[in-house]
Nanobody, 115 residues
Framework: QVQLVESGGGLVQAGGSLRLSCAAS????????MGWYRQAPGKQRELVAR???????NYADSVKGRFTISRDNAKNTVYLQMNSLKPEDTAVYYC?????????WGQGTQVTVSS
């Protein structure tokens, strides 16, 4: 069983920064793809940033140049550094981990950016 625990969300003014963390536990290996998604009210969940199985990174166009995903394999933790935040970044952010045919999700952490 895989468990993902996110932290680091909160309220920030536009232009500010936040760093999200996601700690994974259970039957995982460092090559398991992990990433961040977000869901704003009334919208579908969308990719923010992720590591692929060969450790390359993908970013949504809307966050390129502002957000950076990183990973500490020794701690089974993935981070999302978010800079130059905009009100449209407001959403619940979810961590994900892919293990074969299964995708695991964290409980989500709220990020609110005020204008």
């Amino acid at each position: 069983q895989v468990q993902l625990v996110e932290s680091g969300g909160g309220l920030v003014q536009a232009g500010g920064s936040l760093r999200l963390s996601c700690a994974a536990s259970g039957s995982i290996v460092s090559r398991n793809p992990m990433g961040w998604y977000r869901q704003a009210p009334g919208k579908q969940r969308e990719l923010v940033a992720r590591f692929t199985s060969d450790s390359t990174t993908n970013y949504a166009d809307s966050v390129k140049g502002r957000f950076t995903i990183s990973r500490d394999n020794a701690k089974n933790t993935v981070y999302l550094q978010m800079n130059s935040l905009k009100p449209e970044d407001t959403a619940v952010y979810y961590c994900s981990l892919v293990d074969g045919i299964w995708t695991y999700w964290g409980q989500g952490t709220q990020v609110t950016v005020s204008s």
